[in-house]
């Protein structure tokens, strides 16, 4: 059972626009930054957004992250067939003193 | 350019002991926490342990609290993992990661694994 809860699946036609969401609570997402992993298949996690809702370099503008309260969620816009991936989002816990992630998001592009 | 690499993982017995290592390049290291992650077959990561930039700071996961322990030698830009009581659910791919300023794994290795079978 992991701390930060995800949908299992999402999916969508090429061009569309796919939301994940992340839930958490207050010791986590609430008082924390969010970030946001990608993971195809075979790799390690890349980061794709920090700070709930930052690129690092390279990053296309197509992914948005953002955050309310005690949720966060990814966007993905203009859906091409290479994000179809494993999408993770992480927050530190402030109560368990370290970093907890969601189980996953599996992207399908039909 | 940045690089992570992870070695040092295997098959090991139940109860046994293993240690893992990083080597790190491309940026300078002792500047940043770094991190272990690992992530078991058909799992998502399961985030193990930081260190910070001169090691005197460490967080652990409760399942690893006692049994793993982080550590790093600025000189030789390497971070380790000294794994003992070793159980068959630490069967896992493990990844060293470089922290960003806020918790966030910025660079990853591409992982080493470790199987835990009798």
């Known amino acids: ?36 992993y990608q993971q195809l298949p075979g790799t390690a996690p890349k980061l794709l957004i920090y700070r709930n809702n930052q690129r690092p370099s390279g990053v296309p503008d197509r992914f948005s992250g953002s955050k309310s309260g005690t949720s966060a969620s990814l966007a993905i816009s203009g859906l091409r067939s290479e994000d179809e991936a494993d999408y993770y989002c992480a927050a530190w816990d402030v109560k368990l003193s370290g970093h907890v992630f969601g189980a996953g998001t599996k992207v399908t592009v039909l | 350019q940045l690089q992570l690499v992870e070695s040092g993982g295997g098959l090991v017995k139940p109860g046994g002991s293993l240690r893992l290592s990083c080597a790190a390049s491309g940026f300078t290291f002792s500047d940043y926490y770094m991190s272990w992650i690992r992530q078991a077959p058909g799992k998502g990561p399961e985030w193990l342990s930081y260190i910070s930039s001169g090691g005197s700071t460490i967080y652990y996961a409760d399942s690893v609290r006692g049994r793993f322990t982080i550590s790093r030698d600025n000189a030789k ?7 003992s009581n070793l159980r068959a659910e630490d069967t896992a791919v ?14 990853w290795g591409q992982g080493t694994l470790v199987t835990v079978s009798s």
Do not use: H, K
Not at chain 1, 10 to 15: C, K, L
């Open chain 2, 77 to 83: 830009n390497s971070l380790y993992l000294q794994m």
């Open chain 1, 1 to 36: 059972q992991s701390v930060l809860t995800q949908p299992p699946s999402a999916s969508g036609t090429p061009g569309q626009r796919v939301t994940i969401s992340c839930s958490g609570s207050n010791s986590n997402i609430g008082g924390n930054f969010v970030s946001w």
């Open chain 2, 94 to 107: 493990y990844f060293c990661a470089r922290a960003g300023s806020t918790w966030e794994l910025d660079n």
